[in-house]
DNA sequence: CATGACGATAGTTTTTGCCTATCATCATCC
DNA sequence: GGATGATGATAGGCAAAAACTATCGTCATG
């Protein structure tokens, strides 16, 4: 799309907003006339009668309500840059952000968090749950100082240090007939509907899981894809397929959902602490050292 | 923010990602000058240098790099707009599309959805897991047909059927004095750190846990504040603090968390399954039966 | 039936955004 | 050390875009 259209669609708002086309063009510190022209425009341009003009007032049309949610958060992602750059403008703040994948956020995060506050406890510790992707964007960016996610190698500036080994295991509805074996062979999910995440949320994961389904001779059939881990145990839940997902993921013992392991292990990309080399400083190593601790430990 | 300055910002972003003014100029199909006048009038607008330039190039200042995710989400989100504005043109599908919350997600959900798919096999269903403020948007706008939240009346055209009552638990870590004993006492939690989500998740699970507590006779002390209810019972699970939950939240069994009922029970706003009355069809009739039937026989 | 409100059209003016030409500076190569 | 090329900035001009005002067509209301 024409970023040109962008600018468009917050005149679109606005009028929406403000019920008719007079109002929103005061709002906008414009006549009345270049706003009709610049709705027309962007309806031409969108193939897609976006309001309803009455003259008693314009209202948006099944369209132009369906495409309200995305424009409310393109208003909202503009305005977290501007706030962003006020805060930028300020500086930082003496704090830690950890970002931590949903799987991990039980069995890795909890004892490092603990000891990172033991030894320094003036430092704030903003925890996120966030997925693989967008945690080593964020790294990248400095939104984030320290994330434990699925990271099998460095991707330079973002150094990792491997934390905990992981594998796949079997989600099945506890109804289902496989989960009366306490063990289960990966090719007997041969042709079961499977519950899956996008491969943009962990593309380790996604491949990995790929890669062991094709070694056990198929291609797994995706029923559903689900927009986080706590949706795709939920399905399975509700007997919908069934999933591959990571031996942490068990730690939660949803109701409704069996796991199991599978006869043949099959690795899964560990969990992995990893930071932005260009961004190093005290709490950042301090988190470190304690994780390679708690790896030592193990 | 206006948002006359997201073609600035994607001239930002061309820049930042091809290394220098000229690449970038011919990337969007422009001459390089009138890049640098775009940029000059942002880094003016925002009162902060974006760009590094030197004679080798030209990278992004630290304030620059800091604004990059947020930057890119802005991109992301007019990438969203221009795709659902293509799909909007195709039509609806047919499907059903149901947002829930996350302490709803293995108590309430699961035997709603096995029940509609048995009755109505035909009818693709779409969970999403999101926080009740979301989830009534979603509604207003159309991108949710029903969903499971934490609503005690209707917002019309919003209409809500309570499903399930609530209450609220503590959530302790284990290692906490108060863990030993079989219910806690809320005033017995006053002074404590406080993990919470922020007001605008869930307005109303807000407003409980608050007037709970004043009523207990003290102001919680919110120590840190969370993207997500994972990442509050990681923190508990750390030891950072104690928080206030959904009994369905207890559904889960995380390792390093002990819930406790209170001694007093503090009653929560109980999930119910909204939907938009302007846009009812038969899908969501089948589901609300479904929903209202569950609830029947509970 | 008159009036006011709403959105659209038309013509004009102003502003913006682009162009090319050129400059200043620095790094690299001979 | 000087020539050369690359980078980003400045300046002036031009075309397109976006705004203005004036006015029209239509409908609801009093």
Redo the contacts with the bound molecule.
Sequence with gaps: MNL?LI??FGHFLA?VEE???????AR??????????????LEHALGVRL?E??????RPTWEGEALLPAVRRLEEAARAVEALAREVKLGRRELITVGCITSAVFGTLPPIVRAFRAARPDTVVSVKEMDTTDAVEALRRGELDVAFARLERDRPPIRTLQITPDELIAALPDSHGLAASAVVDLAALEGQPMIVLPRSISPAYFDGLTAACRAAGFAPVAALEVNSAMAQLALVASGLGVALVSAGMARLAPPGVAFRQLASPVAAVGIAVAWNAERENDAIRAMLGIAQGIKTET
Tied chains: 1, 2.
């Design positions: 040109n600018k468009r009028i019920g008719n086309f007079g109002r929103a063009a906008l510190g414009m006549s009345q006339p270049p706003l009709t022209a610049h709705i027309q425009a309001l003009r009455s003259h008693s007032g314009t």
